[in-house]
C-alpha cells in the first residue's frame, strides 16, 4: 500500500513530463504555468488512492489521475476569471498574465488535453472511465453555475446549498475515486460505495471550510478570515442564521450585509452565529455526512489494513483546524 505522500509525489514527477503542443506558445504556455503552480494534488491523488485500495495497478491509473488534475485546473482558470481574481497560489493568475481572452482559450484546451490522458487508459475500461468523467466534469460546471445564481437569490434553502456543494466540489473528489475504482477492476457495487464515500465526504469538506472561515486560526487555515461574512456569501452558517433569527435579529443582520464597518461586521455577525450555536449545528451537518461517508467505506469488502491510507487521509483533512 501506498502512503497519500507517495502517491502525491508520483503526480508532481508525472506533470512536469507532459508533452504539450508548443505553437500558439500563448495557448499552450499559461497550462504549463497552471499545472506546475503546485498545490496539494489531492483529487489526483485520490484516483490513485482508489486505484490502490482495490489492489490495482498505479501506473495504469495515471492517466485518469492526471486528466482529473487537468480538469481541475481548467476550472481555477475559470473560476478565476469569473471570480476577477489576481493570485492563485500566491502567484498571478492565468488571466491577469495573459489577458482574459486567452486565458479562456487556454481553459478550453485543458479539456482536450485531459481527454487526451483518458485516451490512455486501457480500453477494457475506457468506456467506463469516460462516462464517469464527463458525469463529473458535467456536475462541477453544474454547481458553479447555481454558486453563481445563489448570489443574487434571497431565497436559497440549506437543502439548494447542500446540492450545489455536492455539484462543485463532492462530485469531483467521488468522481475521482470511482476512476481509480474502475480501473482497478472493481465491480459496480464497490465502485457505487468508493463514490458515495468521496461525495459525502467531500460534502463535510465543504461545510469544515464553512466553519472554518469563520471559526479557524488563519495561520493553520492559510486563508483570509471572516472572508465569507465580508462577501455575503451564502455559506451553511449563513443559512442555518437566517432560519433561526427572531425578527430583531433577522433585520439586525440584513443591516451587516451593507456594512462597509467590516470589523464591526465580522464581529455582529459572529456574535449572532454564537448566539444561535452555528458553529455546532453546522458541526452536526458535517458529521453527518462525514457518517454517510465511512458507512459506505465499511461496506467495502477490503482488509482493514487496505483502508489505512484513505482513513488517515480523511482524518486529516477533516481535522484541519488542529
Not at 487556454?106 to 462516462?131: I, R
Not at 456536475?139 to 437543502?159: A, N, W
Not at 465502485?191 to 468521496?198: A, D, K, T, V
Amino acid at each position: 500500500m501506498y502512503t497519500t505522500s507517495e502517491l502525491q509525489q508520483i503526480i508532481e514527477k508525472a506533470i512536469p513530463a507532459i508533452e504539450y503542443p508548443k505553437h500558439p506558445k500563448d495557448l499552450y504556455e499559461p497550462i504549463t504555468y497552471i499545472m506546475n503552480l503546485g498545490g496539494k494534488r489531492l483529487r489526483p491523488a485520490l484516483v490513485l488512492i482508489a486505484a490502490d485500495l482495490f489492489n490495482g495497478d498505479i501506473d495504469e491509473a495515471l492517466p485518469a489521475a492526471l486528466a482529473i488534475e487537468t480538469f481541475h485546473n481548467f476550472t481555477l482558470i475559470h473560476d478565476d476569471i469569473m471570480d476577477n481574481a489576481p493570485l492563485r497560489r500566491g502567484k498571478t493568475t492565468v488571466h491577469e498574465k495573459w489577458g482574459t481572452n486567452n486565458a479562456i482559450l487556454s481553459g478550453d484546451v485543458m479539456m482536450v488535453e485531459a481527454n487526451k490522458q483518458l485516451a490512455k487508459v486501457d480500453s477494457v475500461f475506457l468506456k467506463d472511465v469516460l462516462n464517469t468523467f464527463n458525469a463529473t466534469a458535467q456536475g462541477v460546471c453544474e454547481g458553479q453555475q447555481l454558486d453563481m445564481e445563489y448570489e443574487t437569490r434571497d431565497d436559497v434553502s440549506i437543502s439548494a446549498y447542500i446540492e450545489m456543494i455536492r455539484l462543485k466540489t463532492a462530485v469531483l473528489v467521488g468522481g475521482a475515486m470511482k476512476l481509480g475504482a474502475i480501473i482497478a477492476g472493481a465491480d459496480e457495487y464497490e465502485r457505487e460505495l468508493i463514490y458515495q464515500f468521496g461525495e459525502n465526504l467531500g460534502i463535510a469538506f465543504q461545510l469544515q471550510d464553512d466553519i472554518l472561515d469563520v471559526f479557524g486560526d488563519p495561520e493553520k487555515f492559510g486563508k483570509q478570515i471572516a472572508g465569507d461574512i465580508i462577501a455575503n456569501k451564502k455559506t451553511f452558517l449563513l443559512l442555518k442564521l437566517q432560519e433561526l433569527a427572531n425578527e430583531k435579529d433577522a433585520n439586525k443582520l440584513k443591516l451587516q450585509f451593507v456594512n462597509t464597518d467590516l470589523k464591526d461586521k465580522i464581529g455582529q455577525i459572529t456574535a449572532l452565529y454564537e448566539h444561535y450555536k452555528i458553529r455546532d449545528l453546522a458541526a452536526e451537518e458535517m458529521k453527518t455526512y462525514l457518517d454517510k461517508a465511512f458507512t459506505a467505506l465499511e461496506k467495502i469488502q477490503v482488509a482493514p489494513t487496505q483502508k489505512a491510507t484513505l482513513i488517515q487521509l480523511s482524518n486529516e483533512l477533516m481535522n484541519r483546524e488542529h
